[in-house]
């Protein structure tokens, strides 16, 4: 996210949107989620501002961003997905995120945003899947998890 040029907005709502429409699965997206912290905080507009000119408060913020990430993801998150570019490869939360999940032994799908021999090692040990787009990543899922749409809304 934070290398992204949208923060990783787009991939992540039309992704979001398909899950849910589709699979009947409730998503957590971290992209909202963190918008609407910073905003209570009054820094939305200016994080990455408070890295140079307030390390401490920039660092206790993110830290507060990082312990509510980890906790949703070992607590309400069935399985993990990742975009893997260059974007990603720059920052360090998706690695710390497909290690965790690995480690808690959930699901970790990798889209490859890049050639795949391009992907890290560590990323790649972590992976369930990579695949090569978010077409092959809607076949696995629609084939892995059977709808949930008619149960969750009691047809």
Not at 38 to 53: A, E, I, M, P, S
Not at 72 to 94: E, H, K, N, P
Not at 107 to 127: E, F, H, K, L, N
Request: net charge positive; with cysteine.
């Amino acid at each position: 996210m934070e290398h992204a040029r949208d923060g990783g907005r787009a991939w992540r709502a039309d992704l979001r949107t398909w899950l849910d429409c589709e699979l009947g699965h409730t998503t957590f997206d971290p992209v909202p989620a963190s918008d609407r912290i910073l905003t209570r905080l009054g820094v939305q507009n200016r994080l990455h501002l408070l890295k140079r000119t307030d390390p401490e408060r920039y660092a206790s913020i993110v830290r507060m961003l990082v312990r509510r990430d980890l906790r949703v993801l070992s607590q309400q998150c069935d399985y993990v997905i990742c975009y893997w570019d260059r974007a990603s490869a720059r920052g360090a939360g998706t690695q710390g995120e497909v290690t965790l999940a690995r480690f808690l032994r959930k699901p970790v799908y990798v889209v490859a945003g890049m050639s795949s021999d391009r992907i890290p090692g560590w990323i790649t040990g972590c992976a369930t899947r990579v695949l090569p787009s978010f077409t092959a990543l809607r076949k696995l899922l629609r084939t892995k998890y059977p709808s949930r749409k008619e149960n969750r809304h009691g047809k």
